[in-house]
């Protein structure tokens, strides 16, 4: 059974960088991908964008330029960072295993985006 | 842009047979996956591939395609299951993963 944990701050500043990472139980980072999602309030699932464990990258078109995800395997973690943020961007942000088809979820941490 | 559309709403009596619909012109190509997501929870995965069923989820849930049209089917829908309900592919090129918007279940 794979366990993944969010962790990160909960309040960020307009125009300033989201940083979250998630923590994945041991042994599991390697051979997999591993991706965030996030569901603003009263809207749906948007896939943010995933990365292989040995550091390759794909992310949502709509969100690329401020994206970025990256590993330590080491560490058995991977992060996100959102730069320039906006209210828009408040939603609760969900690392899971997969690049395509998830099977395994953190289990959420809302980041608000407020000054 | 490349979309996934679902019904924003399906309501079902106990008991009955739930459908619910997700279309996208890349479905033919593209593996489909469903979710499943209850207040304050993370999703879960029902349906993989569509028409896998990882361990530990209930016979009762079934994926199938039809042309542009992949379906999650809930026979003998129980009050639990009142949820929301997320398709999930891949955009033509395979490349960029999506999700549809989502359809809320009521169980009346």
């Known amino acids: 059974q794979v366990q993944l944990q969010e962790s990160g701050p909960g309040l960020v500043k307009p125009s300033e960088t989201l940083s979250l990472t998630c923590t994945v139980s041991?042994?599991?980072?390697?051979?997999?991908?591993w991706s965030w999602i996030r569901r603003p309030p009263g809207k749906g699932l948007e896939w943010i964008g995933y990365?292989?464990?040995?550091?390759?990258?794909v992310y949502n078109p709509s969100l690329k330029s401020r994206v970025t995800i990256s590993v330590d395997a080491s560490k058995n973690q991977f992060s996100l960072k959102l730069s320039s943020v906006t209210a828009a961007d408040t939603a609760v942000y969900y690392c899971?295993?997969?690049?395509?088809?998830?099977?395994?979820w953190g289990q959420g941490t809302l980041v608000t985006v407020s000054s | 842009s490349y979309e996934l559309t679902q019904p924003p709403s399906v309501s079902v009596s106990p008991g009955q047979t739930a459908r619910i619909t997700c279309s996208g012109d890349?479905?033919?190509?593209?593996?489909a996956y469903w979710y499943q997501q209850k207040p304050a929870q993370a999703p879960v995965l029902l349906v993989s591939?569509?028409?896998e069923r990882p361990s530990g989820i209930p016979a009762r849930f079934s994926g199938s395609r039809s042309g542009t049209t992949v379906t999650l089917t809930i026979s003998g829908v129980q009050a639990e299951d009142e949820a929301d309900y997320y398709c999930?592919?891949?955009?033509?090129?395979?490349?960029?993963?999506?999700f549809g918007g989502g359809t809320k279940l009521t169980v009346l």
């Open positions: 890349a479905l033919p190509n593209q593996y």
């Open positions: 899971a295993k997969g690049g395509e088809g998830f099977d395994y």
């Open positions: 999930q592919s891949a955009d033509s090129s395979g490349v960029y993963s999506l």
């Open positions: 591939k569509g028409n």
């Open positions: 990365i292989y464990y040995s550091g390759s990258t």
């Open positions: 041991d042994g599991a980072i390697s051979g997999n991908y």
